[in-house]
Nanobody, 123 residues
């Protein structure tokens, strides 16, 4: 069983920055592609970013140019640097892991999920 724990969420003003972390543990935990998703109140969960084992990254259009995903395989951790935050970025952010090479934006390709961390951007 792979276990994921997110941290780093909080309250920030518009234009501010936050760095989310996701620590991954469990068997073969280094062999997973990782994704970040978010869910705003009353909305469906949506894709934010992906990083594969080879370091390939992709982002949703709404965060491209403002967010940056990275991973440190020595620490079994994945990070989401969020800059120029907007009120519409307010959501619970989840990290997820996938045994697929490049799971992309589809939630069903991700087998394991963290509990989420709240990000609130005030206007």
């Amino acid at each position: 069983q792979v276990h994921l724990v997110e941290s780093g969420g909080g309250l920030v003003q518009t234009g501010g920055s936050l760095r989310l972390s996701c620590e991954v543990s469990g068997p073969l935990s280094r062999n997973y592609a990782m994704g970040w998703f978010r869910q705003a109140p009353g909305e469906k969960r949506e894709f934010v970013s992906e990083i594969t084992l080879s370091g390939y990254t992709q982002y949703s259009d709404s965060v491209k140019g403002r967010f940056s995903v990275s991973r440190d395989n020595t620490k079994n951790a994945v990070y989401l640097q969020m800059n120029s935050l907007k009120p519409e970025d307010t959501a619970v952010y989840y990290c997820a892991s996938s045994s697929s090479i490049s799971p992309g934006r589809a939630e069903n390709w991700y087998e394991y999920w963290g509990q989420g961390t709240q990000v609130t951007v005030s206007s």
